[in-house]
């Protein structure tokens, strides 16, 4: 027998093998009906509301828990949920709840009104026995609570420092969803892996980097779900999960790339779409430079092709942006603001009054980061735009956190533009963290252009000590048209966020808020 | 014998200190800090303080090193907060999955390579010897998350023989041939390049020692050409060629974050990205300690295993 033949023997052998594993290994197996597989974008860092801030915990923690209110389907306005109603003082400090009767956490300990006044002790109070299970990012979400107190079971009073006007909102947000007080005793710090709510899934395991699975909870005040249960999968790589979904390992889909939408064009998938309270602008340094005159801001507003930004780069997932609030906030959103239109003719013209032609820009650029899209690509674009009306850009481009750390403390000396994006469950978070003279960044606010105009700061702080939505919505109108003409950024983009289910699915539908709400959903 | 793994061992002690200064002093001066990962657009400075002060992270520098340092030699590797559990846990778990994978990886590259590697020899210049060195050469040229995402399009989207991702199954036993299934692709995909380069320096190592005076002798006593090249020649040529698979080994595991993200393998290295981006200081930390121990500890067995074969370099 010579080598060769020797070989040939092998390879047959080994080939033969490889096919009786094939033959052997069935065909990826249909997920089961009545069990939703959802694809998330990473892994969740807890399922303790207290403890996170990301987008993707939150999708899993609405379907665990609920809030004493929550946002009406379909808006962003608030409704009861375990609280059955309120009243607010004359004053507006003083917010009374009457509390849902006969619902208990999934570890079957009582929803009362000790378990409110726990939950908001355990974040606020540092003193409190429990407070060192956090630590709570967001607690400053509720900094204005001076006190939470248990007038009797069914009843719970919070007594602010000053009128809030966003708070009930910020009750509605996950940061006030009401963890079981028995499983933070029970767990301690491990809570976020033993969550226990009171919503209409309860979680059964969270197996790390594969799966958590929640079950349905046939004892849901608000209706048992149709679902039996949900399984959460973090998938990473947005490529990945374009696959899994084609290949049927995951019934729905969050967070489509805009270039794998039309793998999804056909029969057999639903492509979902929903504006939500999101906005991508570029901040403009106003202190110093170019962009220190109204004339060159409002010029690159007018030099920006935001449609093109948003069709070709963004193909279609966002629209135009005309103004700093963006419109999912319906009640306070200005219907009588019109976007800058592209008009690079009057750019020029602008430019040349303020004699601004061919200054030279430094652009600060993210890789990436949340809610910011496609940013290198849109600041290409945006450069292209730029250098066509005469200014020379300088991009300099950052990986998100180094960005943050850049962006935050402010541009002064440093850049002229940043890319910024935000997602706000208020109309009042992001003109009042970015648009004051009092947020200024070595104020601790964001305003990292150091926009300044005394006549906005006193309709925002008008605003938030109001406490009926009519007048706050009347002064929100007034200050996004002063800040429009003012420009101290460049309005992009609000982006409408998608989500693809196969058609084994029904009753789906996305939320403005970007919460993922499964409780009505089937599948076949 | 002995008193070497000692020496070697010793010798592996200054090596990991100095590296545990090294992965701390980047994860300090790296720019964003794990506050702000955290509170993203509202990480306005006053939070950002105290969210830090909560982490533990207002302390010196040096004292926060020793600290760690102490702790690690304790056996406390601290708490992961972007996973909110202990970094011991997490990267105990990581890590078996990336040796399932990069295991597999290892011993597929190294079979296949040494074999392709030999029988290229064997044949210098026929057509076995020159399709080996084409498929090598396209081997060790395609990127291996490229082919990773070529492989999942082919053989889970459109021919769904295997899963896309993952791996187990989320429903359904967990066993062996379920594990089996989720593996192959990736396993492949992890191995194509190594094996291109083992083969290649396979096939050099042998013709070397083909063109020996004990090979000669062998076949003029009559040993069967079978029995010369597998049995004389190639452990001969094998001391050449463990050093090159200890190396492929390290590329094997370096290379495993690249398939770990294409396939969602919940191994090791998707871990140190992700935590990376989110400024995990202590997941990072210690998962490049524990990381960097376990091939310091590989390379002293490849060392080990050289010596017996190879006498000479005990010395």
Redesign the interface.
């Known amino acids: ?4 033949d ?2 040939r023997r ?1 390879l047959m052998a080994s080939a033969a093998a490889l096919a009786l ?2 033959g ?2 069935p ?3 249909q ?2 009906a009545n ?1 939703l ?1 959802v694809g998330q974008i ?2 969740p ?2 399922l ?1 509301p207290a ?1 996170v ?2 987008v993707n915990d939150f999708r899993i923690l609405m379907n665990v828990f609920d809030g004493l209110v929550r946002y009406k389907d379909g808006t962003l306005e608030v409704e009861p949920a375990l609280a059955t109603e309120w009243t607010i003082s004359e004053d507006g400090t003083v917010y009374t709840f009457t509390l849902r009767e006969g619902v208990r956490f999934h570890d079957g300990a009582p929803f009362d009104a000790a378990a409110v006044k726990f939950n908001f002790d355990r974040m606020l109070d540092e003193t409190h026995p429990y407070h060192d299970t ?2 709570f ?2 607690a ?1 979400f509720f900094s204005a609570v001076e006190s939470v107190e248990a007038v009797d079971d069914r009843t719970v009073q919070f007594t602010l420092n000053a009128p809030y006007a966003p708070f009930l909102s910020n009750l509605a947000y996950p940061t006030g969803l009401l963890v079981s007080p028995l499983s933070v005793e029970t767990h301690g ?2 809570v ?2 033993n969550p226990a709510g009171t919503g209409p899934f309860r979680f059964v395991e969270w ?5 958590v699975v929640v079950e349905a909870n046939a004892d849901y005040w608000d209706g048992a779900p149709a679902l039996e249960a949900v ?1 959460f ?5 947005a ?2 999960r374009t ?2 979904m ?2 049927g ?1 995951i019934d729905l889909m969050v967070e489509v790339p805009p270039v794998a939408l039309s793998e999804f064009a056909g029969d057999g998938f639903t492509v979902h779409e929903q504006a939500g309270p999101h906005v991508w602008f570029l901040i403009l340094n106003a202190k110093e430079g170019p962009f220190a005159d109204k004339r060159v801001r409002q010029a690159a507003n007018y030099a920006i092709n935001k449609e093109a930004l948003v069709n070709d780069v963004l193909e279609g997932t966002a629209e135009v942006a005309a103004g700093p609030t963006p419109p999912a906030f319906a009640w306070a959103y200005n219907e009588a603001l019109e976007p800058y239109p592209y008009d690079p003719d009057k750019a020029r013209a602008l430019l040349a009054e303020a004699g601004a032609e061919g200054a030279e820009l430094t652009f600060y650029v993210t890789e990436g ?3 910011m899209l496609d940013p290198v690509a849109m600041g290409t674009a945006i450069q292209a735009d730029l250098t066509a009306v005469g200014l020379n850009v300088r991009i300099e481009t ?9 962006v ?2 402010g541009l002064e000396g440093k850049a002229d533009m940043a890319e910024m994006a ?2 706000t469950n208020d109309p009042d978070t992001l003109p009042f ?1 970015a648009l004051r003279t009092e947020a200024w ?1 070595d104020k ?3 305003n990292s252009g150091y926009y300044s105009n005394p006549e906005v700061d006193r309709l925002l702080e008008a605003a938030r000590v109001a406490t009926d939505q009519d007048e706050r919505a009347r002064l929100y109108k007034e200050m996004q048209a002063i800040v429009q003409e003012d420009a101290p950024w460049v309005f992009v983009a609000n982006w409408k966020q998608n989500a693809v289910t196969n058609d084994r699915v029904g009753n789906f539908a996305l939320q403005p808020s970007f919460f993922l709400l499964l409780d009505e959903v089937v599948k076949n | 014998m002995g008193s070497y793994i000692l020496t070697r061992l010793l010798s592996a002690i200054p090596v990991l200190l100095g590296l545990s200064v090294i992965v701390f002093l980047i994860m300090a001066m790296i720019p964003g800090d794990p506050a702000t990962a955290i509170l993203g657009s509202y990480a306005t400075p006053e939070n950002v303080a105290k969210l830090n002060r909560d982490l533990g992270l207002d302390k010196p520098l040096v004292q926060r090193y020793f600290i760690w340092l102490g702790n690690m030699l304790q056996g406390d590797f601290g708490r992961s907060f972007s996973l909110n559990r202990p970094v011991l846990d997490e990267v105990a778990e990581r890590f078996g999955a990336t040796l399932v994978l990069a295991g597999t990886a290892f011993v597929i590259c190294s079979a296949l390579g040494v074999a392709a590697g030999v029988v290229s020899a064997a044949r210098q210049y026929g057509a076995a010897d020159k399709a080996i060195t084409f498929a090598v050469l396209l081997g060790i040229s395609i990127p291996s998350f490229f082919l990773g995402m070529m492989m999942i399009l082919i053989f889970a989207v459109n021919l769904r023989l295997f899963p896309v991702s993952g791996m187990w199954p989320i429903y359904g036993a967990r066993d062996a041939a379920a594990l089996l299934r989720h593996l192959t692709l990736p396993a492949l995909a992890l191995s194509v390049v190594a094996t291109g380069v083992i083969a290649r320096l396979a096939r050099s190592a042998m013709l070397e020692v083909l063109r020996q005076d004990f090979v000669r002798t062998a076949r003029a006593k009559g040993v069967h050409e079978r029995g010369v090249i597998w049995r004389h020649a190639l452990r001969a040529a094998m001391v050449s060629i463990i050093p090159v698979l200890g190396i492929q080994a390290g590329f094997v595991l370096s290379g495993a974050v690249y398939i770990e993200i294409v396939f969602q393998w919940p191994g090791v290295g998707r871990m140190l990205v992700d935590a990376i981006l989110k400024r995990d200081i202590l997941l990072v930390q210690g998962g490049v300690v524990l990381v960097a121990a376990c091939y310091v500890m590989f390379n002293i067995a490849v060392d080990v295993a050289q010596s017996l074969l190879d006498p000479r370099i005990r010395t």
């Open positions: 027998m010579t080598l060769l020797l070989t092998t594993g094939l052997a290994a065909v990826a197996a997920t089961p069990v597989i990473a892994e860092k807890a303790d403890a801030t990301a956090g630590p990012p967001l400053f710090a491990d976020g892996r197996r790390s980097n594969e799966a399984v999968r973090p998938i990473t790589d490529n990945t696959a899994e084609l290949a390992g980061g949340s809610g950052y990986e998100w956190n180094t960005f943050l750390g850049e935050n403390p935000w997602m963290l960044p601790g606010g964001f």
